[in-house]
């Protein structure tokens, strides 16, 4: 076995960053994050001599020095930067969204606008990305984890606890991602980011409802509870020619949907409502509730009220992390003790780091990556059609 695990990161952003924390926070497994690469000399470097690791000037060489590769830079590049590794026999970490269509020629393609694209080919070309990164997987042995936090979250782990020893059956999921706006300069391009508030917030939601009832199948029957249909609408509210723009969300958005909502029938006739948008102030908005046939839960993933703090002026609270996009800070609010903790970080690098060191398959894999891909490609075709119902092509082969 080798003496530790070096982790390589591809990405110097906001996500590279969160996820070092994370790494620092790992027990019991011997991880280390030894070199980074990103779009330009001087952000690798900044980030490299943050963390005392090596910055590398081209991806290879990062995988040459690497048992892990973590995949932090944006959606376009998920499938090329994780087949890359995998390929070379490395594990790789991949952030949400798993993978997308992001144009006929990729990012190059600047006429290209996703929002009038035909979404049914789309769907073809999410799924088609989806199989190729699990049939690299597969060739190599190697693990991916794919890194949805939410099925991380303490909130849906004591959930999940309460699911398997009560023997119950969640009826109906209702659940919520949303904020003011993302801060990357990639989000609101489709060609970057695959997709707007549906693909970007509402997946972390949709994949936790996915992984509850996944677990509900596999802990009753064996056999996962897998979603079959969905029916959804996207709207770009903030380009509305009557928005009134008041300043205080973000707005810059090139051709993605700043709302969606998707109905999502499982293959149990249970259902779960999933919520997701760029049109919420206050800070974000992340919440699932179960409701199940002997018991109901809410998840508060953020904010929740472990502290309640009153602030009388602005200005005193300058230095005080509040919580994920709140703004203004005057007043009543609910600042977050342990948000990373709260957000399941920690836990998602804990359970990767053990589930690289011994060789198993982590709790968010790569078959949860791909029906959630499934699901939030497939709202898009039904969106196209203003909510017509789409079955999902799980285990058709592209
Ligand atoms: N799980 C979450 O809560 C969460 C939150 C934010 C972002 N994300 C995801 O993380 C990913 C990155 O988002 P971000 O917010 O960090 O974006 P960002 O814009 O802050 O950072 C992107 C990074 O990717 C780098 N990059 C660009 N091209 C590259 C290339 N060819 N090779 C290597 N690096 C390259 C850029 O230089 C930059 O450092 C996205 O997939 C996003 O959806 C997840």
């Known amino acids: 076995m080798a003496e530790r695990l070096r982790v390589g990161i591809a990405g110097a952003g906001f996500a590279a960053r969160f996820h070092l924390k994370g790494y620092q926070r790992v027990y019991g497994v011997p991880i280390e994050v030894v070199g980074v690469t990103s779009k330009t000399a001087a ?81 073809r070309q999410a799924l088609a990305s989806c199989s190729r990164m699990l049939e690299a997987a597969r060739k190599s042995g190697k693990q991916i984890g794919y890194a949805e936090n939410w099925v991380y979250a303490p909130a849906i782990q004591k959930e999940r606890d309460i699911l398997i020893k009560t023997g119950g059956q969640i009826l109906w999921l209702i659940g919520d991602g949303s904020h003011s706006g993302s801060h990357s300069p990639y989000y609101g391009i489709w060609r970057f980011s695959g997709g707007g508030a549906i693909v970007g917030k509402g997946c972390h939601p949709l994949t936790a409802a996915l992984y509850l009832k996944r677990v509900e199948g596999q802990s009753r029957d064996g056999q996962p509870i897998r979603p079959a249909t969905v029916s959804a609408r996207t709207h770009e509210i903030t380009r509305l020619k009557g928005f009134r723009d008041a300043g205080f969300l973000r707005t810059a958005y090139e051709d ?16 779960a409502d999933i919520f997701a948008s760029e049109l919420v102030l206050g800070g974000v908005h992340n919440w699932l509730e179960v409701f199940a046939n002997n018991h109901r839960t809410r998840c508060n993933l953020n904010p929740i009220n472990s502290l309640e703090t009153y602030n009388p002026r602005e200005e005193l609270f300058r230095d005080i992390y509040v919580i994920e996009k709140i703004g203004a800070k005057q007043g009543w609010s609910q600042p977050a003790p342990d948000e990373d903790w709260q957000h399941g970080y920690p836990q998602e690098f804990q359970d990767f780091a053990e589930s690289f060191w011994q060789d198993r398959e982590p709790l968010a894999g790569g078959e949860l990556a791909r029906d959630s891909v499934a699901v939030l490609y497939s709202a898009y075709v039904s969106a196209e059609r203003r909510g017509a119902e789409v079955a999902l092509a799980l285990d058709r082969q592209p």
């Open 43 to 123: 952000s690798r470097e900044a980030f490299a001599r943050e963390v005392g690791c090596q910055a590398f000037s081209t991806f290879d060489e990062l995988c040459d020095h690497c048992d892990v590769v973590d995949v932090c830079a944006p959606g376009f590049l998920h499938e090329h930067l994780a087949v890359a590794a995998l390929t070379r026999g490395r594990h790789v970490i991949v952030e949400k969204p798993f993978t997308g269509y992001y144009g006929p020629e990729g990012q190059a393609n600047e006429r290209f606008r996703g929002n009038t694209f035909p979404k049914e080919e789309m769907l």
């Open 256 to 271: 993605i949907e700043d709302y969606g909502q998707a109905h999502v029938t499982f293959s149990d006739g249970t259902v």
